[in-house]
């Protein structure tokens, strides 16, 4: 398994376990993450998975499809390490990923 560390807007963290191969929306949803609505269910048509990357991780995830940045147009607050968790997939060189919640999502 891989350790996934999600901070919420109000700085609180949760550290979840994440199986290789799954998605980080996946993961979120699985383990009841506040701030991760997934509405789509991971299909990349909406932006309610949106997280920030720690910027500490922002060079070990590789960049974003054209999908993904067209689905960001539609994000709450986006900043340049926003990501959908959706189109993130969970590998064992993860292992320690930091991501963060917006206040709210789109």
């Not at 309610?48 to 607050?77: I, K, N, Q, R």
Request: proline share 8%; with cysteine; hydrophobic share 40%.
């Amino acid at each position: 398994m891989v350790a996934v560390t999600f901070i919420d807007a109000q700085g609180q963290a949760r550290i979840v376990s994440a199986e290789p191969g799954s998605t980080l929306m996946e993961t979120a949803v699985r383990n009841d993450v506040p701030g991760i609505e997934a509405e789509c269910g991971g299909a990349c048509a909406c932006a309610t998975c949106h997280v920030y990357v720690d910027e500490a991780w922002a060079g070990a995830l590789p960049p974003p499809a054209s999908m993904e940045e067209d689905m960001l147009d539609f994000a709450f607050d986006v900043r340049p390490n926003s990501r959908l968790s959706c189109q993130i997939r969970i590998k064992p060189e993860l292992d320690g990923l930091v991501v963060h919640t917006p206040t709210r999502q789109a």
